[in-house]
């Protein structure tokens, strides 16, 4: 959502704490106080759907974090006898993957450290290596948490990708939102005009309340 729908939304909700505290003093017009409550549930909407798709991405991404630092600490039980194994069987190819540092893996973007995790599993899996890594109790069995922490690794990273691209989309569908919030609010200011006669006090905080905050912390006009 781009800065100026920001400060907007910002403005919103100072109208809706106005609107909210001085509701028993709105009801001395039915029109202003029937949009106040739209005006209200407009903003509530918003408020909502914004902070749900942040909540979505944050979770997605938290998940991608903790399957990769599960990975980085189980690594090492792989990589150690992999590394003596390559040795005794003179297999540069294999002694290369096994002897990645921890520093090495955590440099590697998502999808190379998916790939590379993949390829020493894949390794760990070849019919001359299973038995050597057997003497060392590791069977299948033992290193099926590292499977499955690759296999939640791997389920995080287009998750959270997806869920940015659908970001990207609910960042447009906000700023309708929010524009049709502003066509609500724009209609309460022609109802709380009669609060120039009504109620003068109201009316003037009402228009405080309206002005634009902007980032520079400013009070701007009403739009």
């Given at each position: 959502?781009?800065?100026?729908?920001e400060d907007q939304l910002v403005m919103c909700g100072q109208v809706v704490e106005y609107l909210t505290e001085n509701k028993d003093a709105l009801a001395v017009s039915e029109a202003a106080a029937e949009?106040?409550?739209e005006v209200?549930?407009?903003?509530?909407?918003?408020?909502g759907a914004r902070a749900g798709t942040a909540r979505r991405t944050k979770n997605l991404t938290e998940d991608a974090k903790t399957a990769k630092k599960t990975l980085l600490e189980l690594l090492p039980a792989l990589l150690g006898p992999l590394s003596r194994i390559a040795t005794r069987l003179q297999d540069n190819d294999l002694l290369a993957s096994a002897?990645?540092?921890?520093?090495?893996?955590?440099?590697l973007r998502p999808l190379?450290?998916?790939a590379v995790v993949e390829a020493v599993l894949a390794s760990a899996a070849r019919p001359e290596v299973v038995p050597e890594l057997a003497k060392q109790g590791l069977t299948a069995k033992a290193l099926q948490p590292l499977r499955d922490a690759l296999a939640a690794f791997k389920t995080a990273q287009p998750a959270t990708r997806k869920t940015i691209n659908e970001r990207v989309v609910a960042g447009a569908a906000l700023e309708e939102?929010?524009?049709?919030?502003?066509?609500?609010v724009r209609q309460l200011d022609a109802d709380m005009k009669a609060f120039k006669l009504l109620?003068?006090?109201?009316y003037n905080g009402?228009?405080?309340?309206?002005k634009l905050v902007t980032t520079g912390g400013r009070g701007g006009a009403a739009v």
């Open positions: 959502m781009d800065k100026d729908r949009q106040a409550d209200t549930a407009h903003y509530a909407q918003v408020d002897t990645l540092s921890g520093k090495q893996l955590r440099k190379a450290f998916a939102l929010v524009d049709a919030l502003m066509d609500e109620d003068r006090s109201l009402y228009t405080q309340a309206r």
